[in-house]
């Protein structure tokens, strides 16, 4: 064998790493480590945790629902640590299994701050031991006086140990004694099955109690000098013990049998971690002092020799113990022996060579634990050959050197136990300060909310809605029976990380295939659910293969500006409509379809099985026919075909999106503590903010991310806006000062480069929840989709309202379809009489105007907007600002001149909407949603008008019906509306209600 690590394994020493770091648990490196043969187990501390947590911002993410649902710092670490030694223990466990129990551990450690407390000690082990819940997992307890009877009792109670801290052959010698005596303990006096039973009280439950037991008591240091910090693991004086944590999962077998063994034989493993380097450091020092040593020329000749010969002599003693006849009756009842580990075997002299503590001590049933750096130099240039067994007379001849030069091993190995203690709990304290930290900054987020998510987040665990969610559960929603059975085909958004798995291959093969055809654009036509996904993809990533675009509008100038970027003969349309009989998506393919010359090859249909658009493309021969999965609702749809067929012709890496997005599902198990689950701590929030009347979810984004609010707009409104409820999400508003807003806001604040930290802080200042979500790629928009749509499912339960329909649209439909039938038949829209008409300008109202002009209308009319305490049965105003106009730049910024006009002039949120777009997004929220809503509909006559071809009209004529009927749906419901049509020059007429409500460049 050429590879060291290979040869060092087959002379019977194992590597294991001594680290541990989520990235690498998730990015994949950890599991290539193990199938290719470089370590066989890992090993934790406070210190390794310490740098993993402190030094990256790996582990924020799981930070923050924590931090929100009000977790201490010591549940926040403890839960950490579980994840990372379930996730890794998971890893090994095939190589555990493959090993008989030989390798494949993953060591954590007790408390340090318990180190001289042994029913503490015991108490945490146990514990942890039933928490993991893992057959190779090993508990470290330290070799100090008081955890010796603790050692012993844990290996009594069947849990592996990992003995940590020995760095004298005496402290070893008792440690062995500890692990015989444990051994002897089970095996003379066997106990009752883990978790108690019939003749024994068992181990305490991982909840802090269970049948016939109490629970851990609860300090994590007893010792003199205060009290310790509050242990939060069982339900003690003071505690509220920690809340469940991940639980189970794919790869976990649960607690070993009652013996603690598993593929090894039925009874306990353990090692015992002997020190290296800390004891060359620190002998070191000492003869480099000519205060320390007699003769400074024989104190130099033993510099770098204390640490390999003190070693040395363990081994000589651990082959002594277990070459006895003590154990040789321990082992013909199938026990193990305890092998020596090497600890802390990285060089911290550069004087040495970096692989000292590797190539000096390797020896059969021995482990080495390494750090990655020493990994790899022993993997570059290490030597494999059994050096443990050299020059044992040496090694004693060294240590009776020290002696003579006046060094005490007794008190420099004391002194170091003490110190590693120490160093531990140093470590320990200094990461739960940084956790606190991290912890804090996420509880100002909340503003006023703290208290209320964390009653909330525990009520929705002890309703078991984690799982009663990923169950399908619709009472969760609704009690009607028509809404269940309509919750009931529409939750497989759930698992769509996995089951759009399988689409990844042959959308890219499609991809490809439609870039070698030498299509240079693609335009998709869709509404809602089947285009807003597509659009933020292809505004967030770039496209690196084809002109991409979404046609979501039947506004005329907006189909003739499309119709010039897009060459027909060189043009994939993709026609996407889930029902397969939007009315908008129809219109737009029967006349793209005209374009093409009635080419098959050049359309794409998305829909669900069975839909006209089906039968449709199979009539018409079009290249492909994509069935998306049918039990997933439109605006849940973004990781269906519907954001995969476009996303994969965009150049987007499909299979990149959906790990990002397995990643999140994976945080939102229903095995998880519900305070864990990142989708339903966001959901508790947005749900509790809407109830204390925080109901304007208002999204900041840095440049890159601003066009996910549009996503969030219709996945928000459009599932919580009914039974006068609901939640509206205020996006693309510019960000103000703070006596702009009211305390009906609840803000998001999407973050990637930065660039509103400082107004954040200040709106935070003020007391305005301001939730922060980093999204460092755009890649993490698949998990944001998840977490989303989880948050959403979560805060509708919360409202007591359906996620998963939307009532209010098919009103504005039919209404839709009345108007255009009764064109077909007079060849007149009924618009009817206007209330006031000057200059191009006409004004529609179901009720009387006030005012003589535009500016006191439009002023009359906005002033109905509230900003202060509203009164009890309505909450604070919104202003609706639809326009059924082109979209375009030019008129989105006019647009926003008018909203941020009327914001200066009421204090309240406003929102804008492109008609028809909105109503597939927050129509639903603005008929079934509060009546705090003021609408502004702007309508004007088409330059241009196209006609649609077989319908017998024009798309201007489409889009005005469509006004109409929102119109009159809002004012059937007694809502308060406007409706301003121009003719003529529309932009002129948008600064002049700009003007006319008083804007103001800011």
Not at 271 to 300: G, H, N, Y
Not at 511 to 524: C, E, I, N, P
Request: proline share 6%; charged share 20%; net charge negative.
């Amino acid at each position: 064998m050429s590879n060291p690590i290979q040869q060092l394994h087959s002379l019977g020493q194992s590597l294991w790493l001594d680290n541990i770091q989520r990235n690498q648990l998730e990015n994949g490196e950890f599991a290539a480590m193990i199938a290719g043969g470089d370590i066989r187990g890992v090993t934790s501390n406070p210190s390794i945790f310490n740098h993993a947590i402190a030094k990256s911002h790996d582990y924020d993410a799981a930070i923050l629902p924590l931090a929100w649902s009000g977790w201490t710092p010591e549940q926040i670490f403890w839960q950490l640590a579980f994840e990372d030694i379930r996730a890794a223990a998971d890893l090994f466990l095939p190589l555990y299994h493959a090993s008989d129990g030989a390798d494949g551990y993953v060591s954590l450690e007790v408390s340090p701050y318990l180190a001289y407390d042994t029913q503490a000690t015991l108490e945490q082990a146990e514990y942890l031991w039933q928490t993991v819940a893992r057959p190779n997992l090993m508990i470290k307890i330290p070799a100090t006086k008081e955890g010796l009877p603790a050692i012993r009792q844990s290996i009594a109670a069947g849990i592996n140990v990992n003995v940590t801290l020995i760095f004298s052959i005496e402290r070893y010698k008792e440690v062995m004694d500890a692990y015989l005596s444990g051994l002897e303990d089970r095996l003379n006096k066997p106990p009752s099955p883990l978790g108690g039973g019939a003749g024994g009280e068992g181990l305490p439950s991982p909840e802090g109690g269970g049948a016939g037991g109490e629970g851990l008591p609860s300090p994590l240091g007893r010792g003199a000098g205060g009290e310790g910090l509050p242990f939060p693991l069982g339900r003690g004086a003071g505690g509220e013990g920690l809340p469940s944590p991940l639980g189970g999962g794919a790869g976990g077998e649960g607690l070993p049998s009652p013996l603690g063994g598993g593929a090894g034989g039925g009874v306990p493993a353990s090692v015992a971690s002997f020190f290296v380097s800390r004891l060359d450091t620190k002998i070191d020092k000492l003869l480099e002092s000519s205060d320390s040593v007699a003769d400074p020329v024989a104190a130099k000749a033993l510099l770098g020799k204390a640490a390999i010969a003190n070693s040395k002599l363990a081994y000589e003693e651990f082959r002594k113990v277990f070459g006895g006849q003590r154990f040789s009756k321990l082992q013909a009842a199938g026990c193990r022996i305890q092998r020596p580990l090497w600890a802390s075997t990285s060089t911290k002299n550069p004087a040495y060579p970096d692989t000292l503590y590797v190539d000096e001590l390797i020896g059969p049933a021995t482990v080495n634990t390494v750090p990655p750096q020493t990994l790899e130099a022993f993997r570059q240039h290490g030597k494999a050959e059994v050096t443990i067994l050299r020059d044992l007379d040496g090694a004693r001849q060294v240590i009776a050197d020290l002696e003579a030069a006046g060094i005490s091993m007794s008190q420099v190995t004391q002194e170091l136990e003490d110190e590693g203690v120490k160093a531990f709990a140093d470590a320990l304290t200094e990461l739960l300060q940084t956790i606190d930290s991290r912890r804090q900054a996420a509880v100002v987020q909340l503003g006023p909310l703290p208290a209320s998510v964390k009653q909330r987040v525990t009520r929705l665990e002890a309703d078991s809605v984690p799982l009663r969610l990923h169950n399908g559960d619709p009472t969760l929603w609704t009690t009607d029976p028509q809404g269940q059975e309509e919750v009931r085909k529409r939750m497989g958004w759930l698992t769509l990380p996995e089951t759009s798995r399988p689409l990844v291959r042959d959308l890219r093969a499609f991809a490809d295939q439609v870039r070698s055809d030498g299509f240079t654009g693609v335009l998709l036509l869709g509404m809602g659910g089947s285009s807003l996904a597509p659009e933020i993809l292809s505004l967030v990533f770039p496209n690196l293969y084809s002109l991409f675009s979404i046609l979501d509008s039947t506004d005329p100038a907006q189909v003739l500006a499309i119709t010039k970027q897009f060459q027909p003969e060189q043009t994939l349309y993709i026609v996407s409509s889930k029902s397969g009989g939007t009315a908008e998506v129809n219109a737009l393919f029967d006349y793209f379809w005209e374009c093409s010359g009635h080419n098959g090859k050049q359309f794409v249909a998305i829909t669900d099985p069975g839909t006209s658009l089906e039968a449709l493309a199979n009539a018409r021969g079009f290249r492909a026919t994509f069935l998306a999965d049918s039990n997933v609702g439109g605006r849940y749809s973004a990781l269906t075909h519907f954001g995969l067929v476009p996303a994969a012709l965009m150049g987007v890496d499909i299979g990149r999106l959906l790990d990002r997005a397995e990643w999140m599902a994976r945080q939102c198990v229903a095995e998880i503590t519900a305070a864990r689950n990142p989708g339903l701590v966001l959901g508790a929030i947005l749900g509790q903010a809407a109830l204390q009347g925080r109901d304007k979810l208002t999204i900041i984004a840095d440049e890159s991310l601003v066009p996910f609010g549009g996503w969030l707009e219709q996945l928000i409104a459009e599932s919580s806006g009914k039974n006068d409820t609901g939640i509206i999400v205020v996006d693309g508003e510019a960000v103000g000062e703070v006596s702009d807003y009211g305390d009906d806001r609840c803000f998001v604040y999407l973050r990637r480069e930065g660039q509103f930290d400082a107004a954040v802080k200040v709106l935070q200042t003020a007391g305005h929840p301001v939730l922060v979500f980093d999204i460092p790629d755009q890649y993490d928009l698949g998990a944001e989709f998840y977490r989303w749509e989880y948050a959403t499912s979560v805060a509708c339960h919360i409202l007591g309202v359906n996620a998963f329909d939307q009532p209010d649209v098919q009103d504005n439909k039919k209404r839709t379809e009345a108007k255009i039938t009764a064109y077909r038949q007079n060849r007149k829209l009924n618009e009817g009489n206007p209330a006031w008409e000057v200059g191009g300008v006409r004004v529609f109202s179901p009720g009387a105007l006030t005012g003589a002009d535009l500016a006191e209308i439009l002023t009359n009319f906005i002033s109905q907007a509230r900003k202060s305490d509203p009164s009890a049965d309505s909450g604070r105003s919104y202003v609706a600002i639809n326009a059924y106009l082109p979209r375009n730049p030019e008129m989105a910024e006019a647009l926003q001149k008018i909203r941020l006009a009327v914001r200066q002039r009421t204090g309240c949120a406003t929102t804008v909407g492109f008609g028809p777009r909105f109503l597939h997004s927050t129509g639903q929220y603005h008929k079934g949603g509060p009546d705090t809503g003021l609408f502004l509909q702007i309508t004007a006559e088409p330059e241009e008008d196209i006609e649609i071809p077989t319908r017998g009209l024009t798309f201007g004529l489409l889009e005005r019906a469509q006004a109409l009927g929102d119109y009159e749906a809002l004012a059937a419901r007694g809502r308060r509306i406007l409706r301003l049509h121009f003719t003529g020059d529309g932009l002129s007429h948008l600064a002049q209600m700009a003007g006319a409500i008083g804007y103001e460049k800011p």
